[in-house]
């Protein structure tokens, strides 16, 4: 079984703080699937409550477990990279 590490004081009130206030969808998710690890509810349990995957689950609480609360601030990226430089466009 998988379980997020010990949280500490100070971001059980943040991810508690996210959940209850948070404007941002997907923050407010993830806050809710670490506070439920944290809580030892287990992970198809945690899936089934939040109709994620059980992968996607588990993605969550390892990139929690390793960048703490950073993790929960999407990751946007990708797309392809630009043709021009900003000088050329100029």
């Given at each position: 079984?998988?379980?997020?590490?010990?949280?500490?004081?100070?971001?059980?009130?943040?991810?508690?703080?996210?959940?209850?206030?948070?404007?941002?969808?997907?923050?407010?998710?993830?806050?809710?699937?670490?506070?439920?690890?944290?809580?030892?509810?287990?992970?198809?349990?945690?899936?089934?409550?939040?109709?994620?995957?059980?992968?996607?689950?588990?993605?969550?609480?390892?990139?929690?477990?390793?960048?703490?609360m950073k993790s929960l601030h999407p990751r946007y990226?990708?797309?392809?990279?630009?043709?021009?430089?900003?000088?050329?466009?100029?």
């Amino acid at each position: 079984m998988i379980f997020v590490r010990d949280l500490t004081t100070k971001e059980g009130n943040q991810l508690r703080h996210i959940i209850r206030k948070g404007s941002h969808p997907v923050k407010v998710r993830r806050a809710m699937v670490i506070l439920a690890s944290a809580q030892k509810m287990t992970v198809p349990n945690i899936a089934r409550l939040y109709h994620l995957s059980e992968d996607h689950v588990r993605r969550l609480i390892h990139r929690f477990n390793k960048e703490g609360m950073k993790s929960l601030h999407p990751r946007y990226g990708g797309g392809r990279p630009r043709t021009f430089t900003p000088e050329q466009r100029a």
